[in-house]
């Protein structure tokens, strides 16, 4: 089968189009021919090298979530998953395959009205964004800033916390036209990546989900409200400075709250059910699942150009 590899850790072009064999399932696993891969911020974090004291090394396949036909099982795998159209967690890397192996626990059978392209778009942001709402302890009535919102979990972040019923919901992000867009998925204020603009926008706020971190985070704890929580769910901008954590004590009479999340910190059960319930939702029209672009699985290096780039509005979507 075809797999990008990443044979040099850095930019783009250290990732490379291989030919292996096909996995076979163990137990406790499914074998599905994909026909879509999600393309996360995490791949690009991965591959550029800034996660290599975690022990990723030349080889390995990047990408975290497929979607697409069952066509083995390994032991202890009941044999009706053979034939069924789902979506798949594949754990930290291999997914950027013609045929992906993915534990039945993290699989997911999808309703006839989604896509799989729509499925690896929704399955693992949507649930980020569900949960970094449930860990800020969002209730209705708050106001909620999105930081970084042009990507797949800012924009569910957007669309769950304006149902969730939120006072308003402002974003950052680098341009009118995306914007505009996010306007159109519930954002009620468009502020710039600094946080400012926006005439009528909050000028504090209660909850502030981020997906950027980066050096500019310690800024945007200026912006809460008393009791207010910054949950970083992401850090596609980096890490941010080591002291960021004077920012809370020097506002101390505010009782500001950080917290970082992780979905691997939710167990099995709720993530499934949260997953069918937004992907039921999606085929209804009720969640808006944006994709910026299909491209085909030779194309990595350049899915990966446009993501270091910041030119993606959603999710690029690699078609096998």
Known sequence: MKAITIQTYGGPEGLAVVHMPAPTPAAGQVLIDT??????????????????????????????????????????????????????????????????????DETIPLPAGLSTVDAVTLGSSGVVAHFGLRHARFTPGETVLVRGAAGSIGI????LAARGGAAAVAVTTSSAERGERLRRLGAS???????????????????????????????????????????????????????????????????????????????????????????????????ETVVHETLPLDAAVLAHRKMDAGEVFGRIVLTP
């Open 35 to 104: 026909e879509a891969v999600g393309v996360g911020g995490v791949d690009t974090v991965i591959r550029s090298g800034a996660l290599a004291a975690y022990g990723f090394e030349k080889g390995f396949i990047p990408g975290s979530e497929v979607a697409g036909t069952v066509t083995a099982v390994g032991g202890g795998v009941d044999a009706s998953w053979v034939g069924r159209r789902v979506w798949a967690f594949t754990g930290t890397g291999g997914g950027y395959v013609e045929r992906a192996v993915a534990p039945v």
């Open 189 to 287: 204020h468009v502020l710039d990546r600094s946080g400012e603009g926006g005439d009528q926008a909050p000028s504090y706020y209660d909850v502030i989900i981020d997906v950027v971190a980066g050096g500019d985070m310690p800024s945007f704890f200026d912006r809460l409200n008393p009791n207010g929580r910054l949950v970083a769910v992401g850090a596609v901008g980096g890490q941010p400075p080591a002291d960021f954590g004077t920012k809370i004590m020097a506002a101390f009479r505010k009782s500001l709250s950080f917290a970082a999340f992780s979905a691997a910190t939710v167990s099995g059960a709720e993530r499934r059910a949260v997953r069918s319930e937004q992907f039921a939702a999606a085929s209804r029209g009720e969640i």
């Open 156 to 159: 569910m972040a957007v669309q």
